[in-house]
């Protein structure tokens, strides 16, 4: 885990999952942006910043997922680390159950289901946040980026955004191919608003800090509206008879080659997909009907 100076008091520890750190004027506050997937992450950011003398006194949780706050269990045993967390994300930190349950469609999820990719240890939430400033660290700004989360947060410090997973690097983005969101409007709307953004950098949840960031999210961007896009077309070609909601995921797994080896792993995209589906509902580019039991997507020309 390589740890990364981005400007003056901006870090971050690169990895599959990115840990951002930042410092405040005096040196006296240290806050950790995300926590890593597990404990052996937290042990090596501990130890690193205890090596270079570095603070920890605070954590800020940009959405519950567990990738991300995964290693906050651990954190919180061994430093007193005041904990920030957004509305709602910070409802399923300190009851971790809730992701697999929304991720079996609110269903007490499959014992399978219960791992430490999809459920975090549980952590205590000292200060619930919104869009705006932390008291104990003036120039930090807190930034709402929902979407790929219900209420997603950022960190925007000395010029540069911490954007957790509002954008994915490059790579991750291609070998992902759908990748996981909530809500597909809401999605757009971040990302419009980060590439409005005038910063030095931004680094995602995963991938690389970037400075041509305009280029970046404009792929972000591209991939999601062509997935919309997809999904349209599976319902126009469905004419007449539309489409289940279960072959409609089928279908989009199909076009874009994923295999999703289990349960878990198959939930993450068909809550994705079915997030571009909401979205169409939403609009009225689609509507459905259950027939004969089953929920089925129609075309807007096919609804009387
Ligand atoms: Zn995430």
Known sequence: MEFIELSTDCYYFKSAVNIGYIVNNDKSKGMLIDAGLDSSAAKKVIKHLHNEKLPLTHLFITHA??????????????????????????AIMRNPVLEPIYLSHGNFPLNEMRNKFLEAPAIRVDEICSEGNVEEFPEVQIIHLPGHSYNQHGILFRGILYAADA??????????????????GENIATLKKLKMMD?????????????????????????YETITLEVQNVVNHSGNSGISL???????????????????????????????????????SAGYQIIKGRPVIFSASYMA
């Open 65 to 90: 997922h567990a990738d991300h706050f995964g290693g906050a269990s651990y954190l919180q045993q061994k430093v007193n680390v005041h904990t920030i967390a957004p509305l709602l994300e910070e």
């Open 246 to 284: 279960e072959d409609m995921v089928a279908a989009m797994l199909m076009k874009y080659e994923v295999e999703p080896a289990n349960l878990g792993a198959y939930s993450l995209f068909r809550t994705a997909i079915a997030a571009h589906v909401i979205y169409l509902l939403e609009n009225g």
């Open 199 to 223: 910063v030095e950098g931004m680094i995602p949840g995963h991938g690389k800090y970037e400075t041509e960031y305009k280029d970046v999210i404009q792929e972000n961007i591209l991939i």
């Open 167 to 184: 954008f994915l690097g490059k790579d991750v983005i291609r070998k992902h191919k759908i990748p996981f969101i909530v809500d597909a």
